[in-house]
C-alpha cells in the first residue's frame, strides 16, 4: 500500500473556507516510516528495514495518523517490556515525515 494514499477517516480536520468545507488530511510518507524503523531499531532488541518490515511500519505508521487525527502531535510509544531500556518510549515524527493534503470535501 502506498503511504501516500494511507489514511482513516480518524485522520481528518475541517479546515475553514467561505466556499466549502475543506479537509486536512495528514499522513506519513516514506521519510516517516524510515524515522519509525530508525527509532524501533535503536530502542528495541531488532532491527527494522523499510525493505523488510513494511507492513509493520505502516502499522506503527497508522498510529501514528490516529493520534494526529485525535489532535495530538504524531507519535508513537514502545512499552516497557519492548523498549531495551527497561522504560516506556516515545517517539514524535518530524514535519518532513509528515505529508499534509487539503481536500474540498464537496
Request: proline share 2%.
Amino acid at each position: 500500500m502506498d503511504s501516500k494514499k494511507q489514511s482513516t477517516d480518524t485522520n481528518r480536520q475541517l479546515a475553514p473556507s467561505e466556499e466549502s468545507i475543506m479537509t486536512i488530511v495528514r499522513t506519513i510518507n516514506e521519510n516517516g516510516l524510515a524515522q519509525i524503523a530508525q527509532f524501533l531499531s535503536d530502542n528495541t532488541a531488532r532491527e527494522f528495514t523499510l525493505e523488510n518490515d513494511r507492513a509493520a511500519l505502516h502499522a506503527w505508521a497508522a498510529d501514528a495518523e490516529y493520534q494526529m487525527g485525535e489532535g495530538n502531535p504524531a507519535c508513537i510509544e514502545i512499552s516497557a517490556v519492548a523498549s531495551i531500556h527497561g522504560r516506556a518510549q516515545e517517539f514524535e515524527i518530524s514535519a518532513e515525515g509528515i505529508d499534509t493534503e487539503t481536500v474540498n470535501d464537496e
